[in-house]
Every structure is written in structure tokens, then in C-alpha cells.
């Protein structure tokens, strides 16, 4: 079993649908990324949150570290959100800061 | 600011070459990552730098791959006798310290023919 699981895998959506993007976790953190990645490879750091919820134009990430689970949401969806939404968790195991491990990342397509 | 930038964009090599990339963080950035990545799943870790230290090493990165900081600016990760396996994008990311929002570079796609 992965350490960062997201669902769903793929995603497909017409305009204006509000899309929400889930993620969960079994290992300790000490922050958790949402990542955007777009085709050609780029990636993009949308949030990065250790607790309570975060708000970026129309996106909305919150986290709930009792039950270790984390949401994306997009509002108001655009065909331009077109991505793949990648989730990740900084870990506190063996001491490491640096080890980042990352979901496999859910493909979105918003239709227009 | 120009962000995190890696070169070369793309990499084509035979089996068996050594193959050397380069990542250039964005400047006042101490900490530096180095991830690989294959399709259809999501970047899996392979080292990471504080200056010019390096921290910690997945047990992904074989003895056929360095990394070095040397004087805690730029990266560079080098692959020997490279196999066909190590094809993947290869993704440079900094940040400033742990639990701040990471920066990626475009990565280098290697493939190994």
C-alpha cells in the first residue's frame, strides 16, 4: 500500500463543475504540498499546509491531520485546470526533512 | 528571480554512456532536491541537498548515481553506464527550508536507448 494515496486516479469534468480532489496519508508529516503539473512536465506549487485550510483564488486545499486526509477543491472549473494534481507529504519518519513522498496524481479534464 | 532551471531540457544517450545534468536553484534557496519521474506516476525522491550537504539519499539512487552541491549554489546529478530503466524526467526542485513551498524546475527528460 502507498504511503500517499489520491483518488480519483482520473477525473473528467465539464466547465463551471466544482471538482474536488482527495488525498490521504499514513506515515507522520509535517507538511503537506499540493502540486500542479501540466503536460511537458512543469510543476507547480499550489499549497503547502500543515493544518486548517488554505484559499487561492478559486482553489481551496484543506487538511485534517487527525484523520490524515487532505482535499483540493477547484470551483467555478475552467478547461484551463487541465492537469494533473499531484499531492505530497513531507515525512518525520527516520528524522528525514527532506524526503517528500508524493501521490501518483490525479489526472483532471475539464471540458468546456 | 528566474526560478529554478535545469539543463539539458532533453538527453538522448546510448546504453552504457554516462550521462551529467545540471540544476540552478533559485538563489537564496538553501535547500535543493533532485526526483525522478516515470509516466504515469508521480516523482519519486532521490536526494536532497542543504547547501552543500547532502542529507539524505534514497535507496532508489544506485552507486551509478551522484549527486554533488559543490559550493551550495547549483546541482548536478550524474548517472554512469546508463541502462534503459533509468529513463524518467528528471526533476530539480529548491526551497528555502523544509516546510516551505518547493519550486520545480521544467526537468530533464533522459531517455537511454
Known amino acids: 500500500k502507498n504511503e500517499v494515496e489520491q483518488s480519483p486516479q482520473n477525473l473528467t469534468a465539464q466547465e463551471g463543475e466544482f471538482i474536488t480532489i482527495n488525498c490521504s496519508y499514513s506515515?507522520?508529516?509535517?507538511?503537506l504540498h499540493w502540486l500542479q503539473q501540466h503536460p511537458g512536465g512543469g510543476i507547480v506549487s499550489l499549497f503547502m499546509?500543515?493544518?486548517g485550510k488554505k484559499k487561492h483564488g478559486r482553489l481551496i486545499a484543506t487538511i485534517n491531520i487527525q484523520e490524515k486526509h487532505s482535499s483540493l477543491h477547484i470551483t467555478a472549473s475552467h478547461p484551463r485546470d487541465s492537469a494533473v494534481y499531484i499531492c505530497?507529504?513531507?515525512?518525520?519518519?527516520?528524522?528525514?526533512?527532506?524526503?517528500?513522498?508524493f501521490g501518483k496524481g490525479t489526472k483532471l479534464s475539464v471540458k468546456p | 528571480d528566474t526560478g529554478v532551471s535545469q539543463d539539458p531540457r532533453h538527453k538522448i544517450t546510448k546504453r552504457g554512456q554516462n550521462v551529467t545534468f545540471r540544476c540552478d536553484p533559485i538563489?537564496?534557496?538553501?535547500?535543493l532536491y533532485w526526483y525522478r519521474q516515470t509516466l504515469g506516476q508521480g516523482p519519486e525522491f532521490l536526494t536532497y541537498?542543504?547547501?552543500?550537504?547532502?542529507?539524505?539519499k534514497s535507496r532508489l539512487l544506485s552507486d551509478r548515481f551522484s549527486a554533488e552541491r559543490p559550493k551550495g549554489s547549483f546541482s548536478t546529478l550524474e548517472i554512469q553506464r546508463t541502462e534503459q530503466g533509468d529513463s524518467a524526467m528528471y526533476l530539480c526542485?529548491?526551497?528555502?527550508?523544509?516546510?516551505?513551498?518547493?519550486?520545480f524546475g521544467n526537468g530533464t527528460r533522459l531517455t537511454v536507448t
Open positions: 538563489s537564496e534557496h538553501n535547500r
Open positions: 541537498f542543504q547547501n552543500e550537504a547532502q542529507l539524505e
Open positions: 499546509l500543515s493544518s
Open positions: 506515515v507522520g508529516i509535517s507538511a
Open positions: 526542485a529548491s526551497s528555502l527550508v523544509n516546510a516551505s513551498p518547493l519550486h
Open positions: 505530497a507529504v513531507e515525512t518525520q519518519i527516520r528524522g528525514s526533512q527532506g524526503n517528500l513522498i
